[in-house]
């Protein structure tokens, strides 16, 4: 399968049905589900849907999560990647939005972060976007460290849908400042 991106451990790749098993892995658990409204999925048929609605976002918006392949064991780790959401959403619409999730077994090693690095970095240099957003639970202090490390300002906390959270941005122009002024 064709790799979209490649980081120093992982390779990116759009997910396919093959990789259920270890999808399930990661959303039955309910220590995953946490801050994601603490529904885990029960069976494989609800994961297969959830895989159609992904393959609708590469059909239509060229963009979507992508499964995050630990380039040594070949293993699918979990998925990160960007969504285009057109729908509004605390005032907004049609934003791209940063997210990332991985099996527990994994998590801790950095994954995230360097994931979340490769994927930014393509949304701004190859598909030219502007701004970009991430949503977090206030409490989930491991998902706003990786944000605030990757340059995420915090811009406000609204309600969604009953659940205080978290509304971050990045914008192309910060991203370039942060990573020039790394590698001075
Ligand atoms: C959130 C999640 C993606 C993080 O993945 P990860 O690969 O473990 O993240 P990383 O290792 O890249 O970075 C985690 C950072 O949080 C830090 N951290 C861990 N526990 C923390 C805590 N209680 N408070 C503050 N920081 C914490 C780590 O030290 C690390 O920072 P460092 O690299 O500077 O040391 C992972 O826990 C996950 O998949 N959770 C379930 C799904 C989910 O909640 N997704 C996000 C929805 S918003």
Same mark, same amino acid.
């Given at each position: 399968?064709?790799?979209?991106?490649?980081?120093?451990?992982?390779?990116?790749?759009?997910?396919?049905?093959?990789?259920?098993?270890?999808?399930?892995?990661?959303?039955?658990?309910?220590?995953?589900?946490?801050?994601?409204?603490?529904?885990?999925?029960?069976?494989?048929?609800?994961?297969?849907?959830?895989?159609?609605?992904?393959?609708?976002?590469?059909?239509?918006?060229?963009?979507?999560?992508?499964?995050?392949?630990?380039?040594?064991?070949?293993?699918?780790?979990?998925?990160?990647?960007?969504?285009?959401?057109?729908?509004?959403?605390?005032?907004?619409?049609? @934003?791209?939005?940063?997210? %990332?999730?991985?099996?527990?077994?994994? $998590?801790? =090693?950095?994954?995230?972060?360097?994931? +979340?690095?490769?994927?930014?970095?393509?949304?701004?240099?190859?598909?030219?976007?502007?701004?970009?957003?991430?949503?977090?639970?206030?409490?989930?202090?491991?998902?706003?460290?990786?944000?605030?490390?990757?340059?995420?300002?915090?811009?406000?906390?609204?309600?969604?849908?009953? @659940?205080?959270?978290?509304? %971050?941005?990045?914008?192309?122009?910060? $991203?370039? =400042?942060?990573?020039?002024?790394?590698? +001075?």
């Amino acid at each position: 399968m064709e790799f979209q991106l490649e980081t120093n451990r992982l390779y990116l790749r759009e997910i396919s049905e093959l990789d259920i098993d270890d999808l399930y892995e990661m959303d039955s658990d309910p220590e995953v589900h946490r801050y994601l409204f603490q529904n885990p999925v029960k069976n494989k048929k609800q994961l297969l849907e959830v895989i159609k609605m992904i393959h609708q976002q590469y059909h239509e918006n060229g963009i979507g999560r992508w499964a995050v392949i630990n380039k040594e064991t070949k293993e699918c780790t979990g998925w990160a990647g960007l969504k285009y959401c057109r729908e509004p959403l605390n005032h907004r619409s049609d @934003y791209f939005d940063l997210g %990332y999730r991985f099996k527990q077994k994994h $998590w801790g =090693k950095g994954y995230a972060t360097e994931a +979340a690095r490769a994927i930014i970095d393509f949304g701004f240099t190859t598909l030219n976007i502007d701004v970009m957003v991430a949503l977090t639970d206030p409490e989930h202090h491991k998902s706003k460290k990786v944000l605030e490390k990757l340059g995420f300002d915090l811009i406000e906390v609204f309600d969604y849908n009953g @659940y205080p959270t978290n509304w %971050y941005e990045l914008s192309k122009n910060n $991203w370039i =400042k942060l990573n020039d002024s790394s590698s +001075a």
